[in-house]
């Protein structure tokens, strides 16, 4: 039992209660006073003091019947006094206020989702109305490079849906993993080459789907050993690569470079992938927060042209995908520019 518990404090007000009585009883006894008015001094002695312990653990009920009152009705900035004390009001005035702050950071967030995803859909719909406005008042006439203006914002539209909903899904555990063996060289060199195919079909055209425009940074592979193999998903371990190496392109400076490592893990065909650019890096404040949805950054504007910021959904994506796979991301200490680390635990073990 705690010192300072409540059932502590009421047997301390039982306890003094009987002494304050037996002392009067003792007084009246050795004076030869009424028992009446030892009585009456007795009684007002022992209300007295319940009344004052009693409104010790009254009063922060009260505030936190108030603070509840106002969670339920949308107000989480309000909070209950008295989290420090030492018994059970005190650890109820934490909990509830421990209860506040997150769902003050979920209202927070869902604020922000809202925000942001009106955003990211408003600009290409924006961009797509206005083409199509012009070709029904006859301004620009229908031709192939107006019609290809107005497929990629269409695709960039379904980009963006495409990857909302498999956040939805991950969120509710409906991606199955369909993890196989596979050689990492020649799959890392596919996603690479993937990469710089399709910025250069988008002939630096920005996007806010996550995909980088930027075809003036170097990609280089660095697998070893060359004939390494793991065991994971290849499409969920694609989206992590993939959305990895648009990161570090977009803040990368001109004709910078972004490596990825691959090597052995310490499981068997387990994987660890590094991605490491020569961009400004994160700050170690901002480290926890980059996989965060819809973070951006602190950087007030991107790094290199046709960087446009992207929608701060795909390292969400990498964290979930590599979560899926039981594995950790996280950013790494480098001496320059952005260092990400991906590990995959591979095979599990079969039982013995």
Known sequence: MRPFSIKTKLGALVVVSVFITTGL????????TEFRFITVFSVIATLLITQFVAHSLTAPLDEMNT???????GDYTRRVRGAGRHDELGDLADTINRMADELEAQEQQRKELVANVSHELRTPIAALRAVLENVVDGVS??????MRTALKQTERLGRLVE???????LDNGVI??????????????GVLKEANMIAS????????SGRHTRTDVHLHLDVSPPELTAHADVERLHQVVANLIDNAV???PQHGRVTVKARRGEGPESLDIEVLDEGPGIPEAERHRVFERFNRGAASTPHGPGSDG????GLAIARWAVDLHGGRIGVAESTRGCRVVVTLPGKPENPS
């Open 25 to 32: 009883l003792m007084i009246a006894v050795r004076t030869k």
């Open 163 to 169: 990857t909302l909903l498999d956040l939805s899904r």
């Open 310 to 313: 992207g929608t701060g959904l």
């Open 250 to 252: 977009k803040h990368s």
């Open 201 to 208: 079909h988008r002939g630096g055209m920005p996007s806010a």
């Open 67 to 73: 603070v509840a009152r106002s969670i339920s009705h």
């Open 176 to 189: 199955p993993l369909k993890a196989r063996r596979f050689e990492v060289w020649p799959y890392l060199s």
């Open 141 to 146: 006439a229908a031709d192939p490079e107006t």
